[in-house]
Nanobody, 114 residues
Framework: QVQLVESGGGLVQAGGSLRLSCAAS????????MQWYRQAPGKQRELVAT????????NYADFVKGRFTISRDNAKNTVYLQMNSLKPEDTAVYYC???????WGQGTQVTVSS
């Protein structure tokens, strides 16, 4: 059974940082690309970042480039999202997803106050 569990969200002031984690189980984690998405209230879910199987390949949405960093630890079956210089518009529920597979975690809420 595939399971993704996100954690690390919270309330932070603008300019602050958070580190999200997503622990995966039920898959051979080291063979799967991983992604982070987010969904703000009243908006569609949008792709934030993608990482390849070894971590050497990453891709970011323009609105987080230079501020967010995606990384992974295959020994821990975990993907991370380091978020720096947070803005109020980054407020959303953040989800991790297995690349090309339709499994989602429950999400973790990130709220950035101005």
């Amino acid at each position: 059974q595939v399971q993704l569990v996100e954690s690390g969200g919270g309330l932070v002031q603008a300019g602050g940082s958070l580190r999200l984690s997503c622990a995966a189980s039920g898959i051979i984690f080291s063979t799967r690309g991983m992604q982070w998405y987010r969904q703000a209230p009243g908006k569609q879910r949008e792709l934030v970042a993608t990482i390849g199987v070894s971590g050497g390949s990453t891709n970011y949405a323009d609105f987080v480039k230079g501020r967010f960093t995606i990384s992974r630890d295959n020994a821990k079956n975990t993907v991370y999202l380091q978020m720096n210089s947070l803005k109020p518009e980054d407020t959303a529920v953040y989800y991790c997803k297995i690349f090309t597979m339709g499994y989602w975690g429950q999400g973790t809420q990130v709220t950035v106050s101005s």
